[in-house]
């Protein structure tokens, strides 16, 4: 079966301090990853989105940045952190042919960010 | 641009009764995918059900069902003999097919939050 592992669970971080977030899915190959913010009482926004290595695409210009270094790997960046890069992030991914189906994303279980 | 509106801020339910949440969207496809996720106070989003569009019977999970009214752009949940365990935020979402290409990214409503109370 397929599973999503997203870390750290819980980060607290300086205004103006690096950030890394690391995603990994296991048990399929050549996903879609996603990466996508919810702030505060708001719905998801999605930030990006890779279809294969090295392959990313920006939705929203901003502080943060992608990277897919491995099939199965998505990290999310930012050189100096703001106070509203606060927010919970959620990394997602879909299957881009059968047996894993591709109409269907899943997510992780979400990093929560505060920026102090 | 395609829009998805929850009108609905705030739900409750008794337990073991069935309550229905709505959502509404906007597009110009006449294919796509429309589901609804629960998130729980651990905030992971699960997978509730998914619909697609050019599907007409409505798709149904186990207590969960949906009534899909494509013309009217309409797509409400419906939770049957409701547990404790309901209690989430629940966010509908839209996506496109792969064949029309694209990021196929959820856009997703703003969320109905369930209380079920004992």
């Known amino acids: 079966s397929q599973t999503i592992h997203q870390w750290p669970a819980t980060l607290v971080q300086p205004v103006g301090s690096p950030l890394s977030l690391e995603c990994t899915v296991e048990g399929t190959s050549n996903p879609n990853l996603y990466w996508y913010r919810q702030a505060a009482g708001r719905g998801l926004q999605l930030l990006f989105y890779?279809?294969?290595?090295?392959?990313i695409s920006s939705e929203v210009p901003q502080n943060l940045s992608a990277s897919r270094p491995q099939d199965r790997q998505f990290i999310l960046s930012s050189k100096k952190l703001l106070l509203s890069d606060s927010g919970f992030y959620l990394c997602?991914?879909?299957?881009?042919?059968?047996?894993?189906?591709?109409?269907?994303?899943?997510f992780g279980p979400g990093t929560r960010l505060t920026v102090l | 641009a395609q829009t998805v509106t929850q009108s609905q801020p705030e739900m409750s339910v008794q337990e073991a009764e069935t309550v229905t949440l709505s959502c509404t969207y906007d597009?110009?496809?006449?294919?796509?995918?429309l589901f609804w996720y629960k998130q729980p106070p651990s905030r992971q989003m699960i997978l509730v059900i998914r619909q697609e569009a050019y599907k007409q019977q409505n798709a149904t999970e186990n207590r969960f069902s949906v009534n899909f009214q494509k013309a009217a752009k309409s797509f409400s949940l419906k939770i049957s003999d409701s547990q404790l365990g309901d209690a989430a935020m629940y966010f509908c979402?839209?996506?496109?097919?792969?064949?029309?290409?694209?990021?196929?990214?959820?856009?997703f409503g703003k969320g109905t939050k369930l209380t079920v109370n004992p």
């Open positions: 890779s279809v294969g290595i090295g392959q």
């Open positions: 597009t110009s496809e006449s294919d796509y995918y």
């Open positions: 979402a839209y996506s496109l097919t792969p064949i029309q290409g694209g990021s196929e990214k959820l856009v």
């Open positions: 997602a991914w879909k299957g881009t042919r059968d047996p894993w189906g591709t109409d269907t994303q899943y």
